[in-house]
């Protein structure tokens, strides 16, 4: 009756849990796609009352929407161990308005290595890099309570910052003593029948403020690190954007949008005072919207110019911070998960989460400074990565998101996750 009842509604725009046979969704999920039917119906509360039918039009498609039941558990997708071609070729057509379908993307791109001998020839080339040596975590640091897990950032010395991606709240750590606790409660998340989300994650140390992409509802949050205090909620994108990551430089920070060809700029000035949110549209590689999912993580490039991987590729791209000109770094093929990255000098780290390594990339310049290409250069691996979606650096070693949501090695993914817990592992670099 869901499946009827979505086709009903239009059946274009995508929602994240498919009812398996003999199997009821949870509550957890079914609140994940009640909330991300709200959205699309384009209703201003998130919770309609009981039995009250959801209507209007989606803005996405121009498509009419009718009989979304709150009672409704919405499915757009089936396990992907058990997708047809024509079934993923039909998915990708649709328009997608929820954020962390990022992995469910890169888990079709899986799917489609299996099917499309171009895209395994791909990987094959992409594995030509150093294989990934095995390594054990210094520390795993359990995240308590937490629901869901995909941001972290490093603050001042050993602290650290991570979110509950569906659940909205922040959490706080050490990672010397790897005592963690819960920072900031966010009472309205997904995950309660709200629309907050905590994606990406940055900390601007010398104003003590963390930057939060807010996903699906389009909104910046930005919190005091000293006291969890919320400093800012700006509205950067509407309804169809899905701020994902972000990036400081010395002017302020950068918000990457995977579902839209734009990125979000956030001016800082000498003395912490955030100014008025900016718009840049892209053009050349980085505007390619026509993935599910696109534009991911975010850097800022030794030579100022802004570093941006693409799902949908597999590429990463330098980004004109002025202009929003983009071209594609050669030498660099990420087919099956460009996720979030750091960069150190002419190094970066990229989380490949749906291969459960970081790739090691090596940026080389012209006499000038300039990137003109990269290579991959090596792998970090561990059997305790549980699909990695973002990092920070600590010294000599990486703190990692475990983000779980790859349930087997099929590549059957599950959000948000059921995992019993959500953790960082503390992994040495090759360094």
């Not at 009821?24 to 309609?48: C, D, I």
């Not at 409704?72 to 997708?77: D, E, G, L, R, W």
């Not at 000098?345 to 291969?355: E, I």
Request: net charge negative; with cysteine; aromatic share 6%.
């Amino acid at each position: 009756m869901s499946d009827k009842a979505y086709e009903r509604a239009g059946g274009t725009f995508c929602a994240p849990f498919q009812r398996h046979c003999g199997r009821e969704l949870t509550t957890q999920q079914k609140n994940v796609n009640r909330a991300h039917a709200r959205l699309h119906a384009g209703r201003a509360s998130l919770r309609p009352p009981q039995g009250r039918a959801a209507k209007g039009v989606d803005r996405l498609t121009g498509e009419r929407l009718s009989d979304l039941s709150s009672e409704h558990s919405f499915t757009a997708f089936s396990q992907p161990g058990c997708f047809a071609l024509e079934c993923l070729l039909g998915h990708i057509s649709s328009i997608v308005n929820v954020l962390r379908l990022v992995e469910i993307m890169k888990n079709y791109r899986r799917v489609a290595v299996a099917v499309t001998p171009l895209v395994a020839a791909l990987v094959s080339v992409a594995a030509v890099a150093t294989p990934a040596a095995a390594v054990r975590p210094s520390k795993i640091i359990v995240l308590p309570g937490a629901k869901s897990a995909e941001g972290i950032a490093l603050g001042s010395g050993s602290t650290f910052f991570a979110g509950d991606e569906f659940g909205g709240d922040i959490y706080r750590g050490d990672l010397e003593s790897g005592q963690v606790e819960k920072f900031v409660d966010v009472p309205d998340g997904i995950l309660d029948g709200g629309g907050k989300m905590a994606v990406g994650m940055k900390v601007l140390v010398k104003h003590n403020l963390l930057f939060v992409a807010g996903g699906l509802d389009g909104t910046a949050r930005v919190y005091n690190t000293t006291n969890g205090t919320e400093v800012a909620d700006l509205q950067l994108a509407g309804l169809g954007g899905g701020l994902n990551d972000v990036a400081l430089t010395d002017k302020g920070a950068w918000f990457t949008d995977s579902l839209l060809a734009k990125l979000y700029f956030i001016p800082v000035d000498s003395n912490g005072v955030i100014g008025e949110p900016k718009t840049l549209n892209l053009t050349g590689p980085a505007a390619d919207a026509s993935s599910q999912f696109n534009n991911n993580g975010i850097v800022e490039g030794p030579d100022g110019k802004l570093i941006v991987g693409h799902t949908g590729q597999g590429t990463l791209n330098q980004v004109d911070p002025v202009t929003g000109k983009s071209s594609t770094i050669s030498g660099v093929s990420l087919p099956n998960g460009v996720d979030g990255m750091i960069r150190r000098g002419t190094k970066l780290y990229v989380a490949h989460a749906f291969d459960n390594k970081i790739a090691e990339v090596n940026l080389k310049l012209d006499p000038q400074g300039e990137v003109l290409s990269g290579s991959i250069d090596g792998w970090i691996s561990s059997d305790a990565l549980e699909t990695p979606t973002t990092l920070a650096q600590y010294g000599d070693q990486l703190a990692v998101i475990n983000s779980h949501i790859t349930k087997n090695d099929a590549g059957e993914v599950e959000l948000p996750a059921s995992a019993r817990q959500y953790e960082v592992l503390v992994l040495p670099t090759s360094n």
